[in-house]
Protein backbone atom coordinates (compact mmCIF):
# COMPACT_ATOMS: atom_id res chain seq x y z
CA UNK A 1 0.00 0.00 0.00
CA UNK A 2 2.78 2.61 0.91
CA UNK A 3 5.00 1.92 -2.60
CA UNK A 4 1.05 2.25 -4.20
CA UNK A 5 1.01 5.48 -2.64
CA UNK A 6 4.20 6.88 -3.22
CA UNK A 7 4.07 5.71 -7.01
CA UNK A 8 0.60 7.65 -7.35
CA UNK A 9 2.56 10.77 -5.45
CA UNK A 10 4.62 10.52 -7.71
CA UNK A 11 2.62 10.10 -10.59
CA UNK A 12 0.92 13.29 -9.81
CA UNK A 13 3.72 15.67 -10.05
CA UNK A 14 5.05 14.32 -12.83
CA UNK A 15 1.47 14.89 -13.98
CA UNK A 16 2.00 18.56 -12.67
CA UNK A 17 5.29 19.31 -13.86
CA UNK A 18 4.15 18.17 -17.32
CA UNK A 19 0.83 20.10 -17.44
CA UNK A 20 3.37 23.24 -16.65
CA UNK A 21 5.50 22.14 -20.26
CA UNK A 22 2.85 23.13 -23.17
CA UNK A 23 5.88 23.41 -25.54
CA UNK A 24 5.90 19.62 -25.33
CA UNK A 25 3.27 19.87 -27.05
CA UNK A 26 3.81 21.46 -30.11
CA UNK A 27 2.71 24.91 -28.88
CA UNK A 28 4.74 27.77 -27.14
CA UNK A 29 3.33 30.46 -24.49
CA UNK A 30 3.97 34.06 -25.88
CA UNK A 31 3.46 35.07 -22.49
CA UNK A 32 7.42 36.02 -21.23
CA UNK A 33 6.35 36.38 -17.32
CA UNK A 34 4.04 33.10 -17.41
CA UNK A 35 6.99 31.21 -19.31
CA UNK A 36 9.98 32.19 -17.21
CA UNK A 37 7.43 31.18 -14.04
CA UNK A 38 6.82 27.95 -15.67
CA UNK A 39 11.24 27.69 -15.81
CA UNK A 40 11.54 28.62 -12.41
CA UNK A 41 9.33 25.93 -11.18
CA UNK A 42 10.34 23.21 -13.48
CA UNK A 43 14.08 24.01 -12.47
CA UNK A 44 13.41 24.18 -8.20
CA UNK A 45 11.26 20.39 -8.71
CA UNK A 46 14.48 19.00 -11.08
CA UNK A 47 16.74 20.23 -8.18
CA UNK A 48 15.40 17.81 -5.64
CA UNK A 49 17.67 14.39 -5.28
CA UNK A 50 14.48 12.99 -3.99
CA UNK A 51 14.10 12.61 -8.17
CA UNK A 52 17.19 10.86 -8.97
CA UNK A 53 20.36 10.91 -6.71
CA UNK A 54 18.59 9.49 -3.46
CA UNK A 55 17.12 6.84 -5.23
CA UNK A 56 20.86 5.77 -7.26
CA UNK A 57 22.24 5.46 -4.05
CA UNK A 58 20.06 3.61 -2.56
CA UNK A 59 19.77 0.90 -5.64
CA UNK A 60 23.65 1.20 -6.19
CA UNK A 61 24.18 0.56 -2.34
CA UNK A 62 26.20 3.12 -2.18
CA UNK A 63 24.00 4.46 1.42
CA UNK A 64 26.17 1.87 3.52
CA UNK A 65 29.62 2.12 5.34
CA UNK A 66 30.11 5.28 4.69
CA UNK A 67 30.18 5.25 0.87
CA UNK A 68 27.46 8.28 0.40
CA UNK A 69 30.63 10.81 1.61
CA UNK A 70 32.13 10.11 -1.45
CA UNK A 71 29.13 10.98 -3.63
CA UNK A 72 30.18 14.47 -4.65
CA UNK A 73 30.42 16.60 -7.77
CA UNK A 74 33.56 16.73 -9.73
CA UNK A 75 34.69 20.64 -10.40
CA UNK A 76 34.24 21.27 -13.71
CA UNK A 77 31.54 19.22 -15.01
CA UNK A 78 28.79 21.54 -14.90
CA UNK A 79 28.97 25.07 -14.83
CA UNK A 80 28.77 26.79 -11.50
CA UNK A 81 26.48 29.77 -10.65
CA UNK A 82 28.92 32.45 -11.24
CA UNK A 83 29.86 31.50 -14.57
CA UNK A 84 26.00 31.31 -15.78
CA UNK A 85 25.54 34.54 -14.12
CA UNK A 86 27.63 36.02 -16.24
CA UNK A 87 26.41 35.35 -19.39
CA UNK A 88 23.48 36.85 -21.55
CA UNK A 89 20.10 35.55 -21.57
CA UNK A 90 20.85 34.02 -24.80
CA UNK A 91 23.83 32.41 -24.01
CA UNK A 92 22.68 31.17 -20.69
CA UNK A 93 19.84 29.49 -22.50
CA UNK A 94 22.13 27.78 -25.12
CA UNK A 95 24.78 26.62 -22.40
CA UNK A 96 21.79 25.42 -20.81
CA UNK A 97 19.61 23.07 -23.26
CA UNK A 98 23.24 21.91 -24.59
CA UNK A 99 23.99 20.92 -21.22
CA UNK A 100 20.77 18.99 -20.40
CA UNK A 101 21.54 17.13 -23.93
CA UNK A 102 24.43 15.73 -22.58
CA UNK A 103 22.47 14.68 -19.22
CA UNK A 104 20.00 13.23 -20.84
CA UNK A 105 22.70 11.43 -22.89
CA UNK A 106 24.23 10.92 -19.67
CA UNK A 107 20.99 8.93 -17.97
CA UNK A 108 20.89 6.92 -20.81
CA UNK A 109 24.32 5.69 -20.29
CA UNK A 110 23.00 5.22 -16.23
CA UNK A 111 20.02 3.56 -17.25
CA UNK A 112 22.77 0.37 -18.07
CA UNK A 113 23.48 -0.08 -14.38
CA UNK A 114 19.64 -0.22 -13.55
CA UNK A 115 18.40 -3.90 -14.17
CA UNK A 116 15.41 -3.48 -12.24
CA UNK A 117 12.14 -2.43 -13.97
CA UNK A 118 10.22 -0.20 -11.20
CA UNK A 119 13.87 1.06 -10.48
CA UNK A 120 13.80 2.81 -13.93
CA UNK A 121 10.30 4.51 -12.73
CA UNK A 122 12.24 8.05 -11.54
CA UNK A 123 14.80 7.77 -14.04
CA UNK A 124 12.50 7.80 -16.93
CA UNK A 125 10.40 10.40 -14.88
CA UNK A 126 13.59 12.41 -14.87
CA UNK A 127 13.88 12.26 -18.92
CA UNK A 128 10.61 13.25 -19.15
CA UNK A 129 10.61 16.57 -17.24
CA UNK A 130 14.35 17.36 -19.47
CA UNK A 131 12.27 17.03 -22.29
CA UNK A 132 9.40 19.27 -21.11
CA UNK A 133 12.02 21.62 -19.47
CA UNK A 134 14.24 21.90 -22.63
CA UNK A 135 11.22 22.63 -24.86
CA UNK A 136 10.26 25.85 -22.46
CA UNK A 137 13.94 26.71 -23.03
CA UNK A 138 13.28 26.62 -26.84
CA UNK A 139 10.23 29.03 -26.56
CA UNK A 140 12.09 31.14 -24.16
CA UNK A 141 14.19 31.63 -26.43
CA UNK A 142 12.11 33.00 -29.35
CA UNK A 143 10.85 35.67 -27.11
CA UNK A 144 13.87 37.08 -26.00
CA UNK A 145 15.30 39.79 -28.61
CA UNK A 146 18.95 39.65 -30.92
CA UNK A 147 18.80 35.70 -30.98
CA UNK A 148 21.66 34.71 -33.44
CA UNK A 149 20.87 31.20 -33.00
CA UNK A 150 17.18 29.83 -31.41
CA UNK A 151 17.71 26.61 -29.50
CA UNK A 152 15.60 23.84 -31.25
CA UNK A 153 13.28 21.70 -29.64
CA UNK A 154 14.05 18.32 -27.95
CA UNK A 155 14.66 15.20 -30.43
CA UNK A 156 12.64 12.66 -29.73
CA UNK A 157 15.41 10.41 -31.13
CA UNK A 158 18.46 9.53 -29.19
CA UNK A 159 20.46 12.26 -31.02
CA UNK A 160 24.83 12.38 -30.94
CA UNK A 161 26.17 13.41 -27.81
CA UNK A 162 29.50 12.19 -26.59
CA UNK A 163 30.28 9.48 -24.22
CA UNK A 164 31.60 9.73 -20.99
CA UNK A 165 34.50 7.96 -20.61
CA UNK A 166 34.43 4.37 -19.96
CA UNK A 167 35.41 3.13 -16.39
CA UNK A 168 36.29 -0.67 -16.26
CA UNK A 169 35.58 -1.14 -12.44
CA UNK A 170 31.98 -1.58 -11.59
CA UNK A 171 32.14 0.33 -7.82
CA UNK A 172 33.64 3.05 -9.54
CA UNK A 173 31.31 3.54 -12.51
CA UNK A 174 28.30 3.93 -9.83
CA UNK A 175 30.48 6.23 -7.77
CA UNK A 176 30.99 8.39 -11.03
CA UNK A 177 27.34 8.18 -11.76
CA UNK A 178 26.59 9.14 -8.02
CA UNK A 179 28.94 12.26 -8.48
CA UNK A 180 27.27 13.18 -11.22
CA UNK A 181 23.80 13.19 -10.64
CA UNK A 182 25.01 15.27 -7.41
CA UNK A 183 26.06 18.16 -9.85
CA UNK A 184 23.25 18.02 -11.96
CA UNK A 185 20.74 18.49 -8.82
CA UNK A 186 23.07 21.49 -7.99
CA UNK A 187 23.60 22.14 -11.56
CA UNK A 188 19.40 22.88 -11.44
CA UNK A 189 19.38 24.78 -8.60
CA UNK A 190 21.77 27.42 -9.99
CA UNK A 191 19.92 27.29 -13.26
CA UNK A 192 16.82 28.07 -10.69
CA UNK A 193 18.68 31.18 -8.83
CA UNK A 194 19.82 32.59 -12.28
CA UNK A 195 15.36 32.59 -13.36
CA UNK A 196 14.66 34.64 -10.81
CA UNK A 197 16.78 37.08 -11.59
CA UNK A 198 15.94 38.60 -14.48
CA UNK A 199 13.52 41.31 -14.44
CA UNK A 200 9.90 41.83 -15.45
CA UNK A 201 10.97 41.99 -19.41
CA UNK A 202 12.46 40.34 -22.34
CA UNK A 203 14.06 43.20 -23.39
CA UNK A 204 16.65 43.06 -20.32
CA UNK A 205 20.12 42.53 -21.87
CA UNK A 206 22.79 43.57 -19.09
CA UNK A 207 24.16 40.34 -17.61
CA UNK A 208 22.11 38.57 -14.37
CA UNK A 209 24.33 39.78 -11.57
CA UNK A 210 23.75 43.42 -10.65
CA UNK A 211 26.95 43.60 -9.20
CA UNK A 212 28.55 42.69 -12.45
CA UNK A 213 26.68 45.10 -14.19
CA UNK A 214 27.43 48.25 -12.40
CA UNK A 215 31.17 47.42 -11.76
CA UNK A 216 32.68 49.83 -14.37
CA UNK A 217 36.19 49.48 -16.25
CA UNK A 218 35.57 45.40 -15.41
CA UNK A 219 35.93 43.41 -18.25
CA UNK A 220 33.14 41.15 -19.20
CA UNK A 221 33.87 37.98 -21.31
CA UNK A 222 31.84 38.08 -24.23
CA UNK A 223 31.11 35.00 -26.51
CA UNK A 224 31.68 35.37 -30.27
CA UNK A 225 28.89 34.06 -32.50
CA UNK A 226 31.47 31.73 -33.51
CA UNK A 227 31.58 29.87 -30.63
CA UNK A 228 28.09 30.98 -29.07
CA UNK A 229 26.94 27.08 -29.12
CA UNK A 230 29.97 25.39 -27.87
CA UNK A 231 30.63 24.36 -24.64
CA UNK A 232 32.90 26.23 -22.21
CA UNK A 233 36.14 23.41 -21.68
CA UNK A 234 35.89 21.16 -19.05
CA UNK A 235 31.99 21.15 -18.76
CA UNK A 236 30.59 17.96 -19.45
CA UNK A 237 30.94 15.12 -19.63
CA UNK A 238 33.69 12.59 -19.05
Given at each position: ?????????????????L?L?T????????????L?G?????????????????PY??????????????C?????????????????R?????I???T?G??L???RT???D?????????L?I?????????????????????????????????????????????????L??????H??????????????E???????????????????G?????????????????????
Amino acid sequence: MRAQLMRRTLLSLVLGLLFLSTPAMGSCLDNYQELLGQLQKQADFMQHTSMLLDPYISIQGLDKDGLKKHCRERPGVFPSKDALQQLSRQEFLQILNTTLGHVLHRLRTLQKDIPKAQDLEKLNIAKLNIRGFKNNIHCMAQLLPGSLEKTEPTPTGPGASPSPTPISDAFQRRLEGCRFLHGYHRFMHSVGQVFREWGQSPSRSRRHSPRRGLRKGKHRTHLSSRNKRLMPRGWLPR
